[in-house]
T-cell receptor
Framework: DADVTQTPRNRITKTGKRIMLECSQT?????MYWYRQDPGLGLRLIYY???????NKGEISDGYSVSRQAQAKFSLSLESAIPNQTALYFC?????????????FGSGTRLTVV | GQNIDQPTEMTATEGAIVQINCTYQ??????LFWYQQHAGEAPTFLSY????GLEEKGRFSSFLSRSKGYSYLLLKELQMKDSASYLC?????????????FGAGTILRVKS
């Protein structure tokens, strides 16, 4: 099994619908992140969490919400999907301590809003 | 704030050496990462630099100059499988030192 699992892998939804993207991890990391990736713009941070019940906005949080239900789970919701939220979404985890604070990424969710 | 610049695209020949540059302007600095990302897949960790100098790992090396706000990723003996996007990311010291801010990525095309 993958260390960081995202579901679904692909999703097509209609404008105005609510949709939830799920992320779960088995690495035991306390920090989790949601990014979206658009061509030419790179990865942009939506929300991040340093522990259960800790929620912080990233640079592009408008139109999104998150929930950290447990250390291993971090879900991203689009309250009312719009076409410009069509993107590739990545969940990532990292350790809070240690020398190398690199990320482990999930395989991504390709979301299309029509 | 953070600003990270890297070239949009590069093309190189199989077996050759290619250098991908990254410049950054940040209010603080706590390390720089390079990631490789194949199309439609997750980014995977390549290298980490926090002190000036060169870090070598097999065919890949990464260099950092903190005074110049500059890093490069050097890929030797290029293979077709190295065709991918390469992401430069700087660690943001503003929130406990663990948020990564990414550049837009450099698409590398390796031709035979």
């Amino acid at each position: 099994d993958a260390d960081v699992t995202q579901t679904p892998r692909n999703r097509i939804t209609k404008t105005g619908k609510r949709i939830m993207l799920e992320c779960s991890q088995t690495k035991g990391h306390d920090r989790m992140y949601w990014y979206r990736q658009d061509p030419g713009l790179g990865l942009r941070l939506i929300y991040y969490s340093f522990d259960v019940k800790d929620i912080n906005k990233g640079e592009i949080s408008d139109g999104y919400s998150v929930s950290r239900q447990a250390q291993a789970k971090f879900s991203l919701s689009l309250e009312s999907a719009i076409p410009n939220q069509t993107a590739l979404y990545f969940c990532a985890t990292s350790e809070g301590n240690g020398i190398n604070y690199g990320y482990t990424f999930g395989s991504g969710t390709r979301l299309t809003v029509v | 704030g953070q600003n990270i610049d890297q070239p949009t695209e590069m093309t190189a020949t199989e077996g050759a050496i290619v250098q991908i540059n990254c410049t950054y302007q940040t209010s603080g600095f706590n390390g720089l990462f390079w990631y490789q990302q194949h199309a439609g897949e997750a980014p995977t960790f390549l290298s980490y630099n926090v002190l000036d100098g060169l870090e070598e790992k097999g065919r890949f090396s990464s260099f950092l100059s903190r005074s110049k706000g500059y890093s490069y990723l050097l890929l030797k003996e290029l293979q077709m499988k190295d065709s991918a996007s390469y992401l430069c990311a700087v660690r943001d010291p503003g929130t406990g030192g663990n948020k990564l801010v990414f550049g837009a990525g450099t698409i590398l095309r390796v031709k035979s």
